[in-house]
Nanobody, 117 residues
Framework: QVQLVESGGGLVQAGGSLRLSCAAS????????MGWYRQAPGKQRELVAA???????NYADSVRGRFTISRDNANDTVYLQMNSLKPEDTAVYYC???????????WGQGTQVTVSS
């Protein structure tokens, strides 16, 4: 059984920072491609950032330069460092994992990020 557990969400003022963590279990972490999605009220779920098993990253245009995705294979954890947060970043953030590039088979339950004006 593959499990993904997110942590680090919360309430922050505009301009502030948060770091989300996603801990994986039940699978060899180093083989996984990892991603962070978010879904805001009334919006479609959006891929925010992704990192391959080889360490290649990509970002949505809306967060590029503000967010950084990274992974720590020794601790089976992927991170999303979010800086210069804006109210439009408010969403539920989901950790996702998969064996194939851009195909995510496993999902966390999500963590709420709320950015006040």
């Amino acid at each position: 059984q593959v499990q993904l557990v997110e942590s680090g969400g919360g309430l922050v003022q505009a301009g502030g920072s948060l770091r989300l963590s996603c801990a994986a279990s039940g699978i060899i972490f180093s083989i996984l491609n990892m991603g962070w999605y978010r879904q805001a009220p009334g919006k479609q779920r959006e891929l925010v950032a992704a990192i391959t098993r080889g360490g290649t990253t990509n970002y949505a245009d809306s967060v590029r330069g503000r967010f950084t995705i990274s992974r720590d294979n020794a601790n089976d954890t992927v991170y999303l460092q979010m800086n210069s947060l804006k109210p439009e970043d408010t969403a539920v953030y989901y950790c996702a994992a998969g064996r194939l590039i851009q195909m995510y088979d496993y999902w966390g339950q999500g963590t709420q990020v709320t950015v006040s004006s």
